[in-house]
């Protein structure tokens, strides 16, 4: 890695990307209903400002020389006792940099087309705050210069996420959703926590440098702990198995939420974290192929439950978490896949972003219907947000041209070169992955009309379909950061230099067969869905498809596991407490007042049983002196 | 001779309470009284903390000779800890008051007797923390449980008389043994020579105590630090209390009272008693981290708001005890640290949730549901006060919860672990007691709840205020804290673990082979 330079010039203004969407989000928060008139606007313009800045700091990076990219900023010290210390420090680099650009433009677009969506939502000001807080702690968790710094926007993000999924939280499924997906993230965080304590103990320092420049020297047990804890917490973060549980609940949340925090964004932070500490995970053999295997699992799971729900926002969710388990098995691959994982981040977040408000699109205007057995035929009716979903659906099933298609096949590539079979896992799934995004498209977009009798159709206004234009251009073009091998080269300052990779087959011969397979798995999806009629009762489905629908167990697996025995646990403690232990101190009460009860017997008030018992104690005394005495 | 500046921000409460017993009875000029008396207490003191430099040791020192006989002293000072723990009682007392504005007009007693023994307390505490004579800290520890058991007994729910009686005992019994290890320090100091309580000759006396002796007196001290703390398993008086008290009386009683356990454990127990404190560590770590699993398992299982509340202090007290005696400066600033936000983060929530629950006339979760549509500032207050419960970075918590559990990291790892768990647990208690309350569909009979009225609001902002300061600039308490707790480790002859792979080291190598 280069050396970190301090900020001058235009860089000294780095921490106002941080500080503009905080300072928005707490008036917004603060000034109560006083806002509300304007709250969406400011709300609006806090990101695209922070936008702005991220372009002009990243044409200021592209100026620089290639040694010089990396740009530091120390704000305060946030505390330091001891030999620990942790600042509010700032690291501007090629990798930062992309994640600002990402989280400030497509959050720009998320929040102009929630002008529109949220217009008659009485709450529309507080959910503008509540976005803010969210850009502020993203873009404070990719700027940190340090774990800890790090750490508190990570948090900042999983309390906006709370604070958005459970945003209708009249309703009981968003309130049980939001403590969920806190309570699944807390025990990632634990990971992370203890990662960092064990960075302090180790090397008396949590910075990305200082770590860094450390870890070669550290036993191989701290390096393989310090990689599984930080897994721990990606997991946590980016809904990988095992701690995946909580996403698909947190399609509660309002459209534009799963849009931005659990498809483009947050959710990939887990990955972000795993790519920023590759110095770790190139020293511990056992980490990096935990973070693979997780990647590769994930990938299959989510795949597998996308093609089982008939929730549109449920299928992209999985879809998610799938896309995700690939952008993470290649940062497990190390320097040959931390820059595709990237590249894949990126190109998903354009088109993930897209099919998300498409599909919010799709719900506004089906009275917030999220069950596709009732959609069908709204490609008419709905035209920009037919062909602007199109797109996104191209560029998810790695249509030859569109973004998806070269992002994942580099990533599929690279798991190739690594491991053959892993490498067809990947194939596989990228078949899967063709198959329910047609299904979706077909049982959306075209077919019968299936729907209920008080539905009128109708295509969303201006402030919903120029955000969606805008994202399914990208999501065509977005693999022009490949072109040249141009984002591996720009990341080098960050990542270190990319390996290049021996593939067994020439990679024509591989794109064509992920083409094929991606082609088998659209005309699966098109002889089920699209020649049949689509029952709007779901039937019965296999072992399988039931399996999928109930998201393969793992809800049930965790309530088995975890939730029944901590009930048990909690409430035998709760009786423990108050019968045991409780009960024993007042026994002691009760024993120490009946025994002075009868100790009160002695006192009789008779003068002579007290003279007996003044002679009797005197003997004693006088006894107890001459045996002392004589001894 | 300097102005006593302690003596008078402990008298000036005293003397409003006396004031307010010789007033009329009833009406608001009680309370105003008391709100003013609190507030320039509050003044004074900042006033003096200006003043205070953060590496000159023991500060505003006093000493007058008490009882020659004895070797007792009339003596205070405060160094940062004692400084932080007066601070958060000046800053705490007036918002209490503010915010138990119509609290006492329904007790057994007066409204003047309410607030005159708030003020009492008040003043008693403030001695506590910054007695820096033994026999004089004694006397004033036994003397707050007076105005804490009348305003138990005489302003709240209705099982306060068993609930007053259960705390006075517990804390008698915590008396007794402490009393016991006072005299044991007498004969220790005669034996020396000329008898003395003060600390700081104390300590010298101290220090070559005899291994056994030296063990016995120190259990006397921790046992009593303990049960006031409270820790598993001496910790059931606690959720009575609070169940019973007024929420007031909760703030005063655990925020500020309970400190005296952890703060008595710091001045007395490690700094008196270096070589028994290093031998028990590993024990009492252990009942700390029971305390700190235990309590959030029971916070999580209670249904009543106030008792949960006061198991969640069960196990952040665990986590101060644990800093305590991890002892690295990490951990026991951290302790420090969390003694203050502590104070803060739990006043919130008794307050907040004081306001939700007279509201309603119940303190049960499950007569609660969907608040938030009614009472959107009290939720959204309930939100931040519950999040700083819970560690959330940005809130001052974090902060002194990540450094108790980073310095018990590097003395023991298991222990670390484990208490790690709490931060899962705590998330839990929090989020479950807020979802059941103030979440999900509006119940028909919380509807006439109505939200927080300016009083109420401006009572609780300053210490979300606070929070979230010190959530982003500890450093500032940080900066008066570490130079006493590192002179206290000192005195205990500990120095923190080095890192295994010291990076100074490692440049410096890398600079000698260029």
């Given at each position: 890695m280069t050396e970190v330079l301090p900020a001058d010039g235009v860089f000294g203004l780095s921490w106002l990307?941080?500080?503009?969407?905080?300072?928005?989000?707490?008036?917004l928060l603060v000034g109560g209903r006083r806002t509300d008139r304007w709250g969406h606007l400011l709300g609006t313009a806090a990101p695209a400002f922070a936008f702005v800045l991220g372009v002009v700091l990243f044409v200021a990076l592209l100026g620089r020389g290639e040694q010089e990219r990396r740009v530091g900023q120390q704000l305060w010290t946030w505390f330091e006792v001891g030999g620990l210390r942790a600042d509010f420090g700032l690291l501007l680099d090629p990798l930062s940099a992309l994640f600002v650009l990402l989280i400030t433009g497509v959050g720009s677009l998320i929040h102009v087309y929630s002008i529109g969506y949220m217009a008659h939502d009485a709450r529309r000001r507080r959910f503008f705050g509540y976005l803010n807080l969210f850009i502020a702690a993203m873009l404070m968790l990719v700027l940190a210069d340090n774990y800890l710094a790090l750490f508190l926007g990570w948090e900042g993000v999983g309390l906006a996420s709370y604070l958005l999924i459970g945003f209708w939280q009249h309703k009981n499924s968003a309130a049980v959703?939001?403590?969920?997906?806190?309570?699944?993230?807390?025990?990632?965080?634990?990971?992370?926590?203890?990662?960092?304590?064990?960075?302090?103990?180790?090397?008396?320092?949590?910075?990305?440098?200082?770590?860094?420049?450390?870890?070669?020297?550290?036993?191989?047990?701290?390096?393989?702990?310090l990689g599984l804890l930080l897994l721990l917490g990606a997991c946590g973060k980016s809904a990988q198995v095992p701690l995946q549980s909580w996403l698909l609940d947190a399609m509660e949340g309002?459209?534009?939420?799963?849009?931005?925090?659990?498809?483009?964004?947050?959710?990939?932070?887990?990955?972000?974290?795993?790519?920023?500490?590759?110095?770790?995970?190139?020293?511990?053999?056992?980490?990096?192929?935990?973070?693979?295997?997780?990647?590769?699992?994930?990938?299959?799971?989510?795949?597998?439950?996308?093609?089982?729900?008939?929730?549109?926002?449920?299928?992209?969710?999985?879809?998610?978490?799938?896309?995700?388990?690939?952008?993470?098995?290649?940062?497990?691959?190390?320097?040959?896949?931390?820059?595709?994982?990237?590249?894949?981040l990126i190109t998903h977040g354009f088109f993930k972003a897209n099919l998300f408000l498409g599909a919010g699109s799709v719900m506004h205007s089906m009275h917030d219907d999220v069950d596709m057995r009732v959609y069908g035929g709204l490609s008419r009716l709905m035209p920009v947000t037919f062909v602007t979903f199109a797109m996104g659906y191209l560029a998810i099933i790695g249509f030859p041209g569109f973004a998806g298609f070269w992002s994942k096949d580099k990533v599929i590539e690279a798991a190739f070169a690594d491991n053959i079979w892993i490498g067809i896992a990947t194939i596989l799934a990228a078949g899967v992955t063709a198959?329910?995004?047609?299904?979706?498209?077909?049982?959306?977009?075209?077919?019968?009309?299936?729907?209920?009798?008080?539905?009128?159709?109708?295509?969303?206004?201006?402030?919903?379909?120029?955000?969606?234009?805008?994202?399914?251009?990208?999501?065509?073009?977005?693999?022009?950061?490949?072109l040249g091998g141009w984002i591996g080269h720009f990341l080098e300052p960050s990542v270190g230099p990319e390996e290049h990779h021996d593939l067994p087959i020439p990679v024509l011969a591989l794109t064509a067969i992920v083409t094929l397979t991606v082609a088998v798995g659209v005309f699966i999806a098109w002889r089920t869905y699209g020649t049949k009629e689509v029952p709007v009762t779901a039937p019965r489905g296999s072992v399988l498809t039931r399996a999928a629908r109930a998201d393969l167990y793992g809800d049930a697996l965790n309530e088995a596991v975890l939730m029944r025995p901590g009930q048990w646990t909690t409430r035998w403690l709760v009786w423990f407490d108050n019968r045991g232990l409780d009960g024993g101190v007042n026994g002691l009460a009760a024993l120490i007042g009946g025994t002075s009860g009868q100790v009160r017997r002695a006192q009789t008030g008779y003068v002579r049983s007290y003279a007996l018992a003044m002679l009797g104690g005197a003997l004693l005394v006088v006894v107890s002196l001459l045996a002392v005495t004589l001894a | 001779m300097s102005f006593p500046w302690l003596t008078v921000i402990g008298t000036l409460p005293l003397l409003g309470a006396v004031a307010l017993t010789l007033m009329p009875r009833g009406g608001v000029l009680p309370k105003q009284l008391a709100l003013g008396v609190s507030v320039g207490t509050l003044v004074l003191t900042a006033v003096m903390g200006l003043q205070y430099s953060p590496r000159g040791g023991m500060q505003f020192e006093e000493e007058h000779e008490w009882i020659g006989a004895f070797g007792a002293h009339y003596a205070l000072g405060v160094d940062g800890i004692g400084l932080t723990l007066v601070v958060m009682t000046a800053i705490l007392t007036p918002l209490v008051i503010a915010a138990s504005w119509n609290d006492g007009d329904e007790g057994r007693w007066s409204v003047n007797a309410f607030f005159a023994w708030m003020l009492?307390?008040?003043?008693?505490?403030?001695?506590?923390?910054?007695?820096?004579?033994?026999?004089l800290f004694y006397v004033l520890f036994e003397a707050t449980l007076v105005p804490i058991y009348f305003l138990l007994g005489g302003f709240g729910g209705l099982q306060r008389s068993y609930a007053a009686v259960k705390f006075l005992v517990f804390s008698l019994v915590g008396g007794l043994l402490m009393l016991a290890a006072v005299v044991g320090l007498y004969v220790v100091s005669a034996q020396a020579g000329t008898p003395t309580y003060l600390l700081s000759e104390l300590s010298e006396i101290t220090a070559g105590i005899d291994e056994s002796t030296g063990r016995w007196l120190f259990l006397g001290f921790f046992v009593a630090f303990a049960v006031k703390a409270p820790m598993w398993p001496v910790h059931t008086w606690l959720p009575d209390a609070a169940a019973a008290?007024?929420?007031?009386?909760?703030?005063?009683?655990?925020?500020?009272?309970?400190?005296?356990?952890?703060?008595?454990?710091?001045?007395?127990?490690?700094?008196?008693?270096?070589?028994?404190?290093?031998?028990?560590?590993?024990?009492?770590?252990?009942?700390?981290?029971?305390?700190?699993?235990?309590?959030?398992?029971?916070?999580?299982?209670?249904?009543?708001?106030?008792?949960?509340?006061?198991?969640?202090?069960?196990?952040?007290?665990?986590?101060?005890?644990?800093?305590?005696?991890?002892?690295?400066?990490?951990?026991?600033?951290?302790?420090?640290?969390?003694?203050?936000n502590h104070g803060m983060s739990t006043a919130a929530l008794f307050l907040v949730t004081g306001f939700l629950i007279t509201r309603h006339g119940s303190a049960r979760i499950s007569d609660f549901g969907g608040v938030e549509k009614v009472a959107p500032v009290l939720a959204g207050i309930l939100l931040v006060a519950g999040l700083s419960s819970l560690s959330l970075p940005g809130l001052a918590p974090f902060v002194s919860e990540f450094l108790v559990l980073a310095g018990t990291f590097s003395v023991s790892v298991t222990a670390a672990v484990v208490a790690t768990l709490g931060i899962v647990l705590a998330a839990l208690y929090i989020l479950l007691m807020y979802q059941r309350t103030m979440t999900g569909p509006l119940r028909a009979d919380n509807a006439t709840i109505t939200d927080l009225r300016a009083r109420e609001v401006a009572a609780l902002a300053p210490i979300l205020g606070l929070i979230i300061a010190f959530g982003f600039y500890p450093q500032a308490l940080l900066d008066v804290i570490n130079p006493a707790v590192e002179r206290t480790l000192e005195q205990v002859g500990v120095t923190d673990p080095s890192p295994d792979v010291p990076l100074e080291a490692l440049s410096q190598d890398e600079e000698a082979s260029q």
């Open positions: 990307l941080v500080a503009v969407p905080a300072i928005s989000a707490v008036v959703a939001a403590k969920k997906a806190f309570v699944v993230n807390r025990v990632g965080d634990m990971g992370m926590v203890l990662a960092i304590m064990l960075m302090f103990a180790t090397f008396g320092s949590v910075t990305f440098e200082g770590v860094a420049a450390g870890i070669e020297d550290a036993s191989g047990a701290t390096q393989t702990a309002p459209t534009p939420v799963s849009a931005l925090i659990h498809a483009a964004t947050m959710v990939t932070a887990g990955v972000y974290l795993v790519v920023r500490s590759g110095f770790v995970y190139e020293t511990t053999e056992v980490a990096s192929t935990a973070v693979v295997l997780v990647g590769l699992v994930t990938l299959v799971v989510g795949a597998i439950i996308g093609c089982a729900k008939d929730d549109i926002k449920k299928v992209l969710a999985g879809s998610t978490m799938s896309q995700i388990g690939y952008m993470m098995l290649a940062a497990g691959l190390g320097p040959a896949g931390y820059a595709f994982a990237i590249f894949h198959f329910y995004m047609t299904r979706l498209m077909l049982m959306t977009f075209l077919g019968d009309k299936r729907w209920k009798s008080d539905v009128h159709p109708h295509e969303s206004p201006a402030t919903m379909t120029i955000p969606l234009v805008v994202l399914a251009v990208a999501s065509v073009l977005g693999g022009v950061l490949i | 009492a307390l008040e003043g008693l505490a403030l001695g506590v923390f910054a007695a820096t004579d033994v026999f008290g007024t929420p007031g009386t909760s703030v005063l009683l655990v925020s500020v009272l309970d400190k005296i356990g952890t703060f008595g454990m710091i001045r007395f127990c490690l700094e008196l008693f270096p070589e028994a404190s290093q031998w028990a560590s590993p024990v009492v770590m252990v009942l700390a981290v029971v305390s700190i699993i235990y309590g959030a398992l029971l916070a999580i299982g209670q249904d009543d708001i106030r008792r949960l509340i006061a198991y969640t202090s069960v196990s952040h007290f665990g986590f101060i005890v644990l800093g305590i005696f991890a002892l690295t400066s990490q951990s026991a600033s951290g302790a420090t640290l969390y003694m203050f």
